[in-house]
């Protein structure tokens, strides 16, 4: 009796409506908040919800505290869990700047649903959604993630294409590869986007791609955890994933061996841990088809043209696109008249005593054929050459009987050509250490620095030479001499001009020269520039323990570049203007050798 007049008590003098939550509706709470969007709120997704339903706390009205923070997990339980498993939970819980769930599904009394256009989790807008936090580099700098800007890239991409482009929502976005609730680094064994789960990421999508990669080499190896073993990821790429009829894809045809296949079939690493045949891509590209690709041309085979896309499998695997009895179906994609014989040679030509013998035996004949037949070409033209040469050479001394160089001019020029050419030669082997004529240093194999020591022994009498040069010019009567005759003048600059005229047919009278023509003054001052550049250069390249102890690192690289063009700027200079006007110029051929004997005809005098 006692507990109903008690209940009747509180019936009386406390209405339900003003004390427990449950009788408080969304008029009640209006009749305060008079400035809540309540159509924006109607077309929310919890527009059937109370008010109460999310501020729980709230007892009565009117009520004196602030509310509470609205814990979305009290209705969205597993949601929660997954999203406190994640990344961005996970960050959120040690109080790092992380999504929550407002974040992405937008303003607490507007929140959409993603099936409507204007949720920010409608598929369309997820990328802009992610781009709010992910396009921050600032907000982005302490988690070191990859991308800096991931939606930027992700919209080159085919996906991203097709999404912002097309408005195809079908279209792969942000978190069908990354997931939503359930985002993860990749270095998480949960993770969608972790390095063995990314075949089923895509094969969401691509479920027809998914299970012919499963059957291939690849997707076998990969399945049981070798981690070399190529994903989708490895060949597609992630967020740079375009058309493979797109020049700039990875997968494109002509860039296909080198930036895809050759990441593994040509990494030492991985074909001696995975036993696999080496020089693939070296073969490949010896080979026509490798040739042609390189010369940008799109129709000829590639690797996936013979062994596959996503069904790569091995050639002992009869199933192999690459098997003996398949390879004249497979090459009669290109070229129908393929016989049943085409097994019986090498794809991947690689000639030897064991392998491929027809080949390598009829290599060897040409390459003895070749050295016989064109050596004794070259023996046969110096000996025709010597007596000729000689012929020519005392014809020239017996006319030449005025002096030009004297004999200590002579040397200096022949011990700058001997150690340019050392140097030219020692230094472009450094640069180009695989070319033909850099396999001597090679060939030596001693472990010990041959080159260099030759190109810095070269270098040594190169700097010797232009000190003495120095002296020679500016302490002996002949050197003041020549010092004198070399300095540029205002004439040169005319000399110039008359003589292109002369050359064109509009002058008919050549200029008159000094001791030195523009041509040779152009050439001397221009080498004195080159050597200066070269010895600060190559002091500071030789000597760099020291200049690092005094220089930024970035003084060594400019010196460094400067002295490998400066070098190509001589060596083309040498053969474009020197070899031309001392053997090609119709005057002088074969060999003007007033360099070599000091002598000059009268004739040749008059004229220079």
Known sequence: MSKLIWAVF????????????????????LKCHDDFKIQAFNNSVHSSDLCTSCHNDIQKIPHLDKPAKVDCSSCHKIESEVYNASDHGRAVKVGAPAAKCLDCHGQPHEILDARNRE????????????????EDEEKMARYNLLEKKPVVTYSGTVHGKALMEKGLASSAVCTDCHGSHNLSSPINPKSKIYRLNVPNTCGKCHE????????SIHGKAAMVGVRDAPVCTDCHGEHTIKSHKDPLSSVYSTAIAKKTCGQCHASERVISKYHLPGNRLETYFESYHGLASKMGVTTVANCVSCHGVHDILPSSDPDSAVNK??????????????????????VHLSPSMGRDQAVYYVTWFYIILIVLTIGGMIAH??????PKFKAHYRRYHEEAKDIRFTKNECFQHTVLTISFIILAYTGFALRYPRAWWAMPFAMWGTGFDWRGIIHRTAAVIFSASAAYHAYYLFFTKRGKEQLKALVPKWKDFFDVIKMTKYNLGIEKKKPDHARYNYVEKAEYWALVWGSVIMLITGSILTFEDFFLQYFPKWILDV???????EAVLAVLAILVWHLYFVIFDPDRYPLDFSIITGKVSKKHHGEE
Do not use: M, W
Request: hydrophobic share 35%; glycine share 6%; with cysteine.
């Open 10 to 29: 509180f019936i009386i003098f406390f209405p339900a409506q003003s004390f427990c939550k449950e009788g408080i509706s969304n008029e009640d709470c």
């Open 119 to 134: 949720s920010p989790v409608f598929r369309l807008n997820i990328p802009q959604t992610c781009a709010k936090c992910h």
């Open 208 to 215: 027809n791609v998914l299970n012919t990669y499963l059957r």
């Open 325 to 346: 009895n398949n390879l004249q179906r497979t090459c009669g994609k290109c070229h129908p008249n393929a016989g049943a014989e085409l097994a019986k040679g090498s």
């Open 381 to 386: 033209n110096i000996l025709d050459f010597i």
């Open 559 to 565: 010196a460094r570049t400067i002295h490998y063009y």
